[in-house]
């Protein structure tokens, strides 16, 4: 079954975990993104911060439809449209100027742009955009930072994503106005150059159960 956000809000509910996944090998991303809907992960953020970045998302786009996959690490209107070209179902960005939040609303993608500061979040707001990606999640002030946000700010939710371990991640996600967490751990450089999928499905199920 092919599952597709609709919204930034549906992004933040296709798992607790949401894999953040820097590929050098385009070759990796099918069985890698098999391995990670194997554990009860189906949204997958592939950054761009690699040359293999696009061609791996139009291959999980294009073999592993049960996946969404979507783009990270979107800094330009550029990146944001060759990600939507290439299949992305939703987009991230660490950051946003009204420049790329323009870019990214007109892909018509669902979208997650990135903010550190209440200002930032606050120019969002003024554009309807209330689903938020905070980075970077532990340098810019935790889990703390986050639940002082619940009482001026409620209809806004975020992803946080940054430094985030499995041991914190219970932290956030016990946040009213935290949808999932981001997780670069659940793709080990190791493994992944190794092919072992079976370790990687293990830690996305165990993230899963968060």
């Known amino acids: 079954m092919t599952t597709t956000p609709r919204t930034g809000g549906d992004v933040l509910a296709l798992a607790p975990v949401m894999p953040v996944v820097v590929l050098h090998d385009a070759e990796a991303a099918v069985p890698l993104a098999r391995a990670l809907v194997a554990g009860g992960l189906p949204g997958i953020e592939v950054t761009l911060r690699t040359p293999a970045a696009l061609d791996a998302i139009e291959r999980i786009a294009a073999e592993v439809p049960e996946a969404a996959v979507g783009a990270g690490t979107v800094v330009t209107p550029d990146q944001a449209e060759a990600a939507a070209e290439a299949g992305a179902r939703f987009l991230v960005s660490p950051g946003c100027t009204a420049t790329l939040a323009d870019a990214m609303a007109g892909t018509g993608l669902p979208f997650l742009p990135g903010v550190s500061t209440v200002s930032e979040a606050l120019a969002l707001l003024e554009r309807g955009v209330t689903e938020l990606k905070f980075f970077p999640a532990e340098a810019a002030g935790g889990a703390g930072f986050l639940k002082s946000l619940t009482g ?59």
Do not use: H, K, M
């Open 152 to 210: 001026p700010l409620p209809q806004v939710r975020f992803c946080p994503t940054g430094g985030i371990t499995p041991a914190s991640a219970p932290s956030y996600l016990a946040l009213p106005n935290v949808g999932c967490v981001g997780g670069s751990w659940l793709t080990p450089a190791d493994a992944v150059a190794a092919g072992d999928w079976d370790r990687i499905t293990g830690l996305a199920r165990e993230a899963a159960a968060l």
